[in-house]
């Protein structure tokens, strides 16, 4: 309902003219909400348009052709809640520490097993501790539900506002909850039980799930207490937290003022700036009813009664029923005036852009189903006519009506919003990235985005362009320890200010001197101050020995399960094809070791003429038979190598059939004693479980219990593998692992030998190198891209950000030397790495913050080098800029590694739970600040968290979190160990695959690469309606390529593609395509080679026919569809609804 302003600018009684027989007056509905009888021959309103309670009688609307009157309540004073003391707060409740112990965040790392995210019904939702009474509600014993405030009956127009202040509640009745943060009705106890229906809720405070609860970031003896934020109530509630879980992030309900926006800091690319939109704020003490005289610090507006935050209009609207003027919206069911945006299920005005229900022309990026979905940012835009507008990346969308929410285009992450000088010297998003683009300015700001808060990085990459710069000084602050970056500011010409701890330091006079044109200028001209990715050649003080040499000693399974696969051979090809091309320089070593049952040393020493082998068996107590020649010069023994590597395959032929023992443990404690003096690189290839000597292991699998709803055997059988993994950190040695098994091999346990010294996991689960030539494919060039690629040895990393900013926690494979230096002996570049950042101070000494990576390492060519990455971000105090700003990718892959962390503490429920509370509270956050008309029957999300439920469905289908679907627990764990260490790029195509239609490849569209144009196919929704029985469909996981052939394909496909006459006599489980001399042929070939180079590896192609008894491959990439054991995308999103309502 909107009132106009009295003609004279007083206020006014709410009323209309006397009717025939008296002024007709209507009650107070239950609730506090007020309504009015309908007119005769009228349609009573759907909802009420204003739902505060005040104080009088509300009157009718006026009639046809009269002004409507202004609003006034009966006491003459301001319309709002209840007087506060809002700047004192209030004091607890004297019974609250009546509550029992508890886990206070729903990622808390307490021990306990909480109940399964439910597969396609829905329930409530909660958070889970291990302790607290039995309850009697449904719930499993021992987890209290901390379930939502009861929902009034009521309709309200507006939500609740988000200034809550922690005032009495003005509802009989009601306590405060320290635990929810909120008032609650009923007595203090009874806060587990599910309210009844219709229980009246306060206005002025929201109702999201959880309590203001700051995020429990751990202390260095793994642990922390809890205190209250500032202006809460105290607590005497006490959580524990784990420095691996996802225990370090609690995402709080309670929502704090949205200040009055300021210019966004938030700039999407190639959009023009655009103020901040935010909607009106529920009238508080502060704000003054419209009507009434207007507060000193009030705008003003055209048409629209002055109050604090509100927004300008261009005319109010008219009263219900009331035809419309010009430029004014039309009450209900009447089609709107001239110029004027419709209403939901009426034609637009003359002018006018379409409205919600009517088409639009489609948005760039966006398909027709998109763009329809789209609300607008609010109510504001639609009533002045700028719908249009408004940029897409501030717009609202509803995704369940969205169905094709993935793009043709790529996900771009959002570009932060710097000055163009600081933008251009920004960090690549391919290296640094981090969740939130614009930075809290406070932790309570952090809290009430609901949002997690942490960084990306992908430190060794391999780049086309890398400054590399030789100079006697380096310069750094000298408190702080930073590097000098583009981000820096300078005082004058010798003196520079850390934009980390903001010090000032002096600037040595060679910095001046540009090594590019050989001239001494300003220091802006410097490559450090141009480029936030940078490598410095170190001096001498930053070496505590001689530089490392490359030395790489290789660990082979040779016992009579290793030898049936065959994989001995393949090895032994790949390896001596490309051993020229393993980094290092003439001072590179080389060994094998190989073992069964015993351990077998071979000596390499020049003075030989043929290897000689030398067996240990005593593997209980491995020793070194020699004490030089196993590890020998790579270019002095090259004759030796190149003959033991023709003779390894059929070596230990004599002796496959009476031995299958696997001393795998004693193997790896001769490498580390045979590496200790100099460091270096272990590959291991192991085929099947270790069974003899130190480290043996057992089966441990039930292939019954694969489905399910609680997987065990996810932590190590022992620790022995972990124990020697941190051993052989302290001595620079890496140790990586290659496990082609065809039955259990405990992953698990075998993984702890390479995650704690930087090393790499690989997998091949069915490896034969004849019944499975699909993965031999891919293991031969895993192993050429591993033996060829970048090398960085005895590294160290240490990850610096601004003060006020904490980093807490590490996701990935090192072992953690102090509390921020990470020691990797190896560093590769395909190894990623998160991290999870708190706000411990206010950042208000700069309006950017900056993290910074400094990689120091040893190159192969035995130069100690130091890479450094900085990333700049602006400071914001506005909620909405810092919900704009989300990068959903790295958003989901922070989220992944802390999933994986609360599996493995937890259980993989607790995980699932975690993720889908963490998409719920994210879209919350933004739902709590629009209008009621704008969250009804809809799911509604800004355009940077548009692909979070999506995200989070695929999370929840992937090996490593699914349940109740047959998962080998190797499995399991070897995609866990991918979320935790893979760069966020080849992560993200494990979670969500590229799906194209190659059927129909033109050359319109393509890129030109090299005077050859490169087809680029549509990207398809990863649903089975997106496969058409006629067409083929290729899709790209990352790890393989599967070419999807229905069965109606056309017989001019199968012939200039496959060169076979029709679909029949296509072979099922082909892995290869023929080279043809057609168009059809050259164009795919050409997409599949451009899919290929984008990728660090070459990941085999798999053709799947439409009736293959592997089709289940391809089908369960098809994320968005409905299984039995998971839900829909669309259901999920259902789920997210209702879960936003309970």
């Known amino acids: 309902m909107s009132w106009n302003q009295p003609p004279n600018g007083q206020p006014g009684m709410m009323q209309r003219p006397p009717m025939p027989g008296g002024p007709v007056s209507a009650p107070p509905m239950p609730g506090g909400h007020i309504s009015a009888p309908p007119m005769p021959g009228q349609q009573p309103p759907r909802y009420p348009t204003f739902s505060h309670s005040v104080s009088g009688p509300m009157l009718r609307p006026p009639l046809p052709g009269q002004h409507p009157p202004a609003l006034q309540p009966s006491d003459g004073k301001s319309i709002g809640p209840p007087p506060s003391n809002i700047a004192g707060g209030m004091k607890p409740p004297q019974n609250q520490n009546t509550f029992p112990p508890t886990s206070i965040g729903r990622f808390s790392s307490h021990p306990g097993t909480a109940p399964p995210l439910p597969s396609v019904s829905t329930q409530s939702r909660g958070d889970y501790s291990a302790q607290g009474p039995p309850i009697s509600n449904g719930a499993p014993s021992g987890f209290p539900p901390m379930t939502r405030p009861p929902q009034s009956n009521a309709p309200i127009s507006e939500p609740s506002s988000l200034n809550t202040s922690r005032v009495p509640s003005p509802i009989p009745n009601q306590h405060f909850d320290a635990l929810e943060g909120q008032f609650r009705s009923g007595t203090p106890n009874s806060n587990l039980g599910t309210p009844p229906p219709g229980s009246p809720v306060p206005l002025s405070t929201p109702s999201p799930r959880g309590g203001p609860l700051r995020p429990n970031f751990p202390q260095a003896s793994g642990s922390s207490n809890w205190a209250p934020p500032r202006g809460h109530p105290p607590s005497n509630l006490v959580s524990s937290a784990n420095m691996a879980g996802l225990g370090n992030s609690n995402f709080p309900s309670t929502m704090a003022a949205q200040q009055p926006s300021s210019p966004a800091l938030y700039q999407p690319a190639g959009q023009p700036q655009f103020p901040p939109v935010s909607r009106p704020p529920m009238l508080s003490s502060n704000a003054m009813a419209p009507g009434m005289p207007r507060a000193a610090s009030a705008p003003t507006a055209l048409g629209y009664p002055p109050g604090q935050g509100l927004p300008p209009h261009l005319n109010p609207a008219p009263g219900p029923g009331l035809p419309p003027s010009a430029n004014t919206p039309p009450g209900p069911n009447l089609p709107p005036g001239p110029g004027v945006p419709p209403r939901p299920g009426l034609p637009p005005g003359p002018g006018a852009p379409p409205g919600v229900g009517y088409a639009a022309p489609p948005a760039p990026g966006l398909n027709h189903n998109t763009q329809n979905s789209i609300y607008g940012v609010n109510n504001q835009f639609s009533s002045m006519g700028l719908q249009n507008q408004v940029p897409l990346e501030l717009r609202t969308f509803n995704l369940l009506q969205e169905r094709n929410i993935l793009t043709d285009s790529p996900v771009v992450p959002p570009v932060p919003n710097l000055p163009d000088h600081l933008k251009r010297n920004n960090c690549s998003p391919d290296i640094f990235r981090c969740t939130l683009s614009a930075l809290p300015q406070s932790n309570s700001l952090l809290q009430k985005s609901r949002l997690p808060l942490g960084i990306l990085i992908h430190p060794f990459k391999d780049l086309s362009h890398l400054p590399v710069i030789q100079s006697s000084v380096i310069v750094r602050c000298r408190a702080c320890r930073t590097y000098i970056n583009p981000f820096v500011s300078f005082i004058d010409q010798r003196r520079w200010r850390c934009n980390l701890c903001f010090r000032a330091n002096e600037l040595p006079d060679e910095f001046n001197f540009d090594p590019v044109t050989k001239s001494y200028g300003s ?99 491995v020793f070194l038979p020699l004490p030089d020649g196993l ?26 059939y009476k031995d299958d023992g696997s001393a795998l443990g004693a193997a790896l404690q001769a490498a580390v004693k045979l590496l200790s003096a100099s460091g270096g690189r272990v590959t291991v290839v192991q085929t099947s479980i270790p069974n003899t000597g130190p480290g043996k292991l057992q089966n441990r699998e039930d292939p019954n219990q694969r489905a399910s709803s609680k997987p065990a055997n996810l932590q190590p059988a022992t620790d022995f593998y972990k124990m020697l993994s941190l051993e052989a950190a302290g001595q620079q040695i890496a140790i990586d692992m290659f496990l082609l098994n065809t039955q259990y091999i405990d992953h698990a346990s075998l993984g702890g030998a390479a995650r704690h010294c930087g090393g790499c996991l690989y997998s091949y689960p069915g490896f034969h190198n004849m019944h499975n030539p699909a993965e031999v494919e891919r293991f031969e060039a895993d192993l050429k891209r591993y033996l060829n690629r970048k090398i960085g040895l005895e590294a160290v990393m240490r990850v610096r950000c601004t003060k006020g900013l904490a980093i807490h926690t590490f996701h990935g494979n090192f072992f953690v030397r102090s509390t921020d230096l990470l020691s990797l002996p190896n560093i590769n570049p395909d190894a990623g790495f998160g991290m999870q950042v708190s706000i411990e101070d206010n950042l208000t000494d700069s309006p950017y913050a900056a993290f910074q990576a400094a990689l120091l390492y040893t190159s192969s060519k035995g130069e100690r080098r130091i890479r450094v990455h900085t990333l700049c971000l602006p400071v914001t105090t506005s909620l909405t800029d810092i919900i704009n700003s989300v990068d959903q ?40 600040t629009l209008g009621n008309q704008q969250r009804m029957g809809a799911v509604p999300s800004p355009y940077s968290l548009r692909l979070l439920p999506l995200y989070v469905s ?15 627990t190797d499995d399991r764990v070897h995609a866990m160990d991918d979320c935790k260490a893979l760069p966020l790029s080849q992560l993200m195509l494990q979670l969500v695959p590229e799906l194209y239609p190659v059927h129909i490849l033109t050359d319109e569209g393509g890129i030109l690469k090299e005077d050859i144009v490169i087809p680029q196919p549509p990207r398809l929704a ?91 491959v391809f089908i369960q990439y098809m994320i968005e569809d409905k299984t039995e054991s998971s839900m829909s995308y669309y259901e999920f999103l259902q789920h997210i609804q209702k879960q936003q309502k309970s």
């Open 954 to 968: 695929a999370m929840l289908k992937h090996p490593s979190l699914r349940l109740g679907v047959s998962t080998k």
């Open 889 to 928: 990718q790295a958003m989901i892959g922070l989220l992944a590694k802390m999933a994986v962390d609360r599996s493995i503490n937890t259980a993989v429920s607790d995980a699932r739970e975690a993720l889908v509370n963490a998409c719920v509270d994210a879209l919350g956050a933004y739902g709590a």
């Open 523 to 621: 220091p802006e001209r410097r490559p450090e101050i141009k480029s936030a990715t940078i490598e410095f050649i170190a001096p001498s003080e930053y070496m505590l020995r001689p530089p490392q040499p490359c030395v790489y000693l290789f660990l082979l399974d040779v016992s009579y399960t290793a030898l049936q696969t065959g994989y001995l051979q393949s090895f032994c090809e790949v390896l001596a094809a490309e051993i020229d091309k393993l980094p290092g320089d003439s001072r590179t070593l080389i060994g094998f070791i190989t073992y069964n049952s015993s351990v077998h040393f071979y000596n390499l020493s020049e003075e030989l003429s043929t290897p000689q082998m030398h067996v240990v068996s005593d593997v209980d107590d």
């Open 631 to 656: 590890v020998a010069n790579l270019q002095g023994s090259r004759a030796l190598i190149n003959q033991l590597l023709e003779q390894l395959p059929t070596f230990h032929q004599d002796e496959y």
């Open 1022 to 1112: 990863l649903n089975s309606g997106s496969i058409d029985r006629n067409g083929a469909f290729l899709l790209d996981t990352g790890t393989y390529l599967y070419l999807w052939v229905g069965s109606a394909i056309s017989p001019t496909f199968c012939s200039q593609v496959f060169n076979r006459p029709d679909f029949s006599s296509l072979e099922d489980g082909l892995c290869d395509l023929p080279e043809l001399e057609n168009e059809m042929s050259e164009r795919l070939r050409l997409f599949i080679s451009h899919l290929t180079d984008r990728k660090p590896g070459s990941p085999p192609l798999i053709i799947v026919r439409e009736d293959s008894r592997n089709r289940h």
